[in-house]
């Protein structure tokens, strides 16, 4: 079955950049059917959209962020990525990258999650 | 669109109803309308996905309705996993995004 898993660093400083990856396991990040996505949730608070990618490289991004951050995708490695950059205190956060469906195959929902990690923005 | 979710606490016991809102500040596409659940420590769960519909492995003791602004979740019977934070979420196409309600959470009473 798919999987998704988060990796990278735990804690960055601020004004540095925050770099994460999810690997997909079980299942192919080329699939025309999917977008791929990342989701942050600060500590003990709810859930914001951060943004998407499909397998070509087309992004939609969260406007209030869309300034700061990247999302690309690596098919050779079965891998998305984020970047965040300038971070502060406001962006520790636990990040999820996540799956959704593109609307001409399902609505819109994200049907499978990785299992988090955290990111802490500290000196 | 803001997403708010009423009431932010629902005080319960096994084996009542639960009834959980999510309102719209802009009437949205029932097809755009989805539902999850969280557990302390883990990731969200699709629920419900396109207002009604559940997603594979739900129980059909959850239910979802509702249309232009005002949608539901439904728990007729609450199971001791079900004890929670609920989550409605919504998309919009223009420009593409998605905007979560700040939540509600369901403990045992």
């Known amino acids: 079955q798919l999987q998704l898993q988060e990796s990278g660093p735990g804690l960055v400083r601020p004004s540095e950049t925050l770099s994460l990856h999810c690997t997909v396991s079980?299942?192919?990040?080329?699939?025309?059917?999917?977008?791929w996505g990342w989701i942050r949730q600060p500590p003990g608070k709810g859930l914001e959209w951060i943004g998407s990618?499909?397998?070509?490289?087309?992004?939609y991004y969260n406007p209030s962020l869309s300034s700061r951050i990247t999302i690309s995708v690596d098919t050779s490695k079965n891998q998305f990525s984020l970047r965040l950059s300038s971070v502060s205190a406001a962006d520790t956060a636990v990040y999820y990258c996540a799956r959704h469906p593109v609307l001409w195959f399902a609505d819109p929902g994200f049907d499978i999650w990785g299992q988090g990690t955290l990111v802490t923005a500290s000196s | 669109i803001v997403l708010t979710q009423s009431p932010g606490t629902l005080s319960l016991s096994p084996g009542e109803r639960a009834t959980l809102s999510c309102r719209t500040s802009?009437?949205?596409?029932?097809?755009?309308l989805a539902w999850y659940q969280q557990k302390s420590g883990q990731a969200p769960r699709l629920l419900i996905y396109g207002s009604s519909n559940r997603a594979t492995g739900i129980p059909d003791r959850f239910s979802g309705s509702g249309s232009g602004t005002d949608f539901t979740l439904t728990i007729s019977r609450l199971e001791p996993e079900d004890f929670a934070v609920y989550y409605c979420q919504q998309y919009d196409t223009t420009p593409t995004s998605f905007t979560f309600g700040p939540g509600t959470t369901v403990d045992i009473k």
């Open positions: 079980g299942g192919s990040i080329t699939n025309s059917n999917y977008y």
């Open positions: 802009q009437s949205v596409s029932s097809s755009y």
């Open positions: 990618v499909y397998h070509s490289g087309t992004t």
